[in-house]
Every structure is written in C-alpha cells, then in structure tokens.
Nanobody
Framework: QVQLAESGGASVQAGGSLRLSCTVS?????MAWFRQAPGKEREGVAS????????DYADSVKDRFTITRDAAGKILYLQMDALKPEDTAMYYC??????????????????WGQGTQVTVSS
C-alpha cells in the first residue's frame, strides 16, 4: 500500500508564503498537488515528473508557486509565494505511475494523501 502524507499547511495573511511537503512511500513517475475549496471541485495546482523533472502549473498559480521533488523522488514540495485569499483550500498530493494526458485529471492518480489545510486571510 503506497502512502502519501502532506504537511506544512497553516493560516497566513495575503502576500505571505508557505511550503508544503509530501512524503511518499514509493517512487512514482508523476506527482502532483491538487486543492479543493469548500463547495468547489478538486483542481490541479502543479505536477512534476521524475524523468527530466518537467513541470506543469495551473494558470492561477503560475509565477507564484513552485513544485519540486527530491532526487530520490520520495519527497514532494510546493513553495507558495504571494498567497491570495483565493488560494485557501485543502491541498492534496497525488501520485501516478503513468505519463501523458491531462495532468489535472484526478482519475489518473492512483494514490492520494489526506490533505493539509491552507488558509489565506486578507
């Protein structure tokens, strides 16, 4: 059973920064961060692949968030800068062992963490 565990969520003021971490028990080809705000669907935030460490970002976070992973592929990070109130959500990390297709599609990801709450106040 693959396990993912997020940490680093907190309450911050707009303009602040946070770094989320996610540990994964096994290497995965692609890992991603998703978020879900109350009453909204889960949306992709960013993804990163092991091969070449290529990344993708949602337009809403581009130039503010940075996704990285350690060399062993066991720790995933999300550096979030210039946070806005609309970034408030539960943040989840997810893992898949395939590539290609729409990286934001939740059904591609086989394993998910329990989530960590990020709250940004104005």
């Amino acid at each position: 059973q693959v396990q993912l565990a997020e940490s680093g969520g907190a309450s911050v003021q707009a303009g602040g920064s946070l770094r989320l971490s996610c540990t994964v028990s096994e290497w995965a080809y692609t890992m991603a961060w998703f978020r879900q705000a109350p009453g909204k669907e889960r949306e992709g935030v960013a993804s990163i692949s092991t091969i070449g460490f290529s990344t993708d970002y949602a337009d809403s976070v581009k130039d503010r968030f940075t996704i990285t992973r350690d060399a062993a592929g066991k720790i995933l990070y999300l550096q979030m800068d210039a946070l806005k109130p609309e970034d408030t959500a539960m943040y989840y990390c997810a893992a898949r062992w395939t590539s290609g297709g729409d990286w934001t599609r939740t059904s591609f990801y086989l394993y998910w963490g329990q989530g960590t709450q990020v709250t940004v106040s104005s």
